[in-house]
């Protein structure tokens, strides 16, 4: 096994250097098929998003939001609402702090002005990360090929911006049912793109898929414990 290929145990000191890292402007494609994945990535964000204090903004698309938290709370981890900003996109069910409601439109363009409309209402000015959640369940409800390109070129659009960098955490299992799978685009055009997957009992491994890490770090795969680096089920 080449050394490329051998996973590395990361601390918690490693977690704030990748997410360092993620942090450089442009468009950042995590794909979850972790049991806990999305969990893992959330909380680290807001975790990250104090340490750092850097706004951290949630889009929560059709109530994703909401149902990453309900889980956390069931492993007893809970979440203050000030600690997590909100532009609510659809759905019911309110969680966090929401400064912004945007229905979505017909017009994935419309849609992705709005939304910039209020990153810029919400923060005008200074560096913010963008983390959104459940992409997958818009591009899930569209029934043709041609809006879904259009949501993925809305998409591309974020790379010119050079204040905030977009995090998409996309349910992997869930986009790759789609008529038209838009993963290969998504990673195209993203700066970095990393994979999360089940290990063994309570840890992820990730694998480094388009990212400087893995010349940093020297390996493609890294293996997280939520337990170790965010005192998860203490």
């Known amino acids: 096994m080449g050394s490329l290929e051998s996973p590395i145990i990361i601390t918690k000191d490693d977690i704030k250097v990748m997410f360092d890292q993620i942090r450089q402007t442009g468009i950042k494609l995590i794909e979850n098929s972790a049991s806990l994945g999305g969990e893992f990535i959330l909380h680290a964000f807001i975790e990250y998003s104090k340490y750092r204090d850097i706004p951290l903004i949630i889009e929560d698309i059709f109530d994703t939001l909401p149902l990453y938290l309900a889980h956390l709370k069931l492993m007893g981890i809970g979440i203050e609402d000030e600690d997590i900003r909100v532009i609510k996109v659809g759905g019911t069910q309110?969680?966090?702090?929401?400064?912004?409601?945007?229905?979505?439109e017909n017009s994935p363009h419309i849609y992705r002005r709005k939304i910039d409309e209020e990153l810029e209402r919400i923060l005008p000015e200074g560096d913010y990360i963008h983390l959104v959640l459940g992409l997958e369940r818009l591009l899930t409800i569209q029934n043709d090929t041609r809006t879904i390109h259009a949501i993925l070129s809305s998409i591309r659009q974020k790379l010119d911006d050079e204040r905030g960098v977009s995090v998409y955490l996309l349910e992997k299992p869930l986009i790759e049912d789609l008529p038209f799978n838009p993963l290969p685009f998504l990673e195209n055009v993203a700066t970095s793109v990393m994979e999360l997957m089940d290990e063994e009992k309570?840890?992820?491994?990730?694998?480094?898929?388009k990212s400087h890490l893995a010349l940093m770090m020297n390996t493609m795969f890294l293996l997280v414990s939520p337990r170790e680096v965010l005192r998860w089920w203490e």
Not at 95 to 104: C, D, E, N, P, S
Not at 202 to 209: A, E, F, N, S
């Open 202 to 209: 309570g840890v992820i491994k990730i694998k480094l898929k």
């Open 94 to 104: 309110e969680a966090g702090q929401v400064l912004a409601k945007v229905r979505f």
